[in-house]
């Protein structure tokens, strides 16, 4: 069972406007949460991050939202540009004692000039 | 400073051999991670060092595929007996332990081809 769901394999955007990627999750147990983006043959790079404790984490034109009763979170890219053209993985962390990150299955990002 | 790194970048391989995949970790980072990422996939997680012991191998597929970190630096992944079913990117990433923040940093990958 997927743990983290990202069900929007793709978005377009144009550029200069908002682009808002989704993730829901279901394991209880997650406390922190990630975003990475993905160019093609390289690895993934960490973007922005959130704590449970916290629902907004702002980082220049990203914004991460989480809504804990909801078990969603999103990422906000606001203007988008042409260079974040990419895949965007959403990852979470669980409180116990497993320490990796389970991400989703990602959403490719095209951002349109 | 200098990002993880991976060798080989790309690796093709007969089914039924061995390969090792070798990771450099960030310096001074103490967790290392190995993940392997599908075609359309998330990475997924196969095993967790921190310094020079396994404290996690729970994502291990079968016992064909081991790891080491003999000085607590860099880590080998081995698979032996390779089957068209390991061709994937397999990817390493390091992170500082002990702080509140959870980030782990991740290096190109190697992509493995069993034909």
């Known amino acids: 069972d997927q743990q983290v769901k990202q069900n929007s394999p793709s978005l377009s955007v144009q550029e200069g406007r908002i682009s808002i990627l989704n993730c829901d999750y279901t394991n209880s147990m997650f406390d922190y949460f990630l975003w990475y983006k993905k160019y093609p043959a390289e690895g993934p790079t960490f973007l922005i991050s959130i704590s449970s404790i916290k629902d907004k984490n702002e980082d220049g034109r990203f914004t991460v939202f989480l809504n804990k009763s909801a078990k969603h979170l999103s990422l906000h890219i606001v203007p988008s540009q042409p260079g974040d053209s990419a895949v965007y993985f959403c990852?979470?962390?669980?409180?116990?004692?497993?320490?990796?990150?389970?991400f989703g299955s990602g959403t490719q990002l095209t951002v349109l000039p | 400073g200098a990002g993880v790194s991976q060798t080989p970048s790309n690796k093709v391989t007969e089914k039924g051999k061995y390969v090792e995949l070798r990771c450099d970790p960030i310096s001074g980072h103490t967790a290392l991670y190995w993940y392997r990422q599908s075609l359309g996939q998330g990475p997924e997680f196969l095993i967790y060092f921190q310094g020079t012991g396994a404290a996690d191998d729970s994502g291990l597929p079968n016992d064909r595929f081991f790891a080491v970190r003999p000085e607590g630096s860099v880590s080998t992944l081995k698979i032996q007996r390779t089957e068209r079913g390991d061709s994937a990117v397999y990817l390493c990433a390091s992170s500082l332990e002990g702080r509140e923040r959870y980030e782990q940093y991740f290096g190109p990958g190697t992509r493995l081809t069993v034909t």
């Open positions: 990852a979470a962390r669980s409180s116990g004692s497993a320490r990796q990150l389970t």
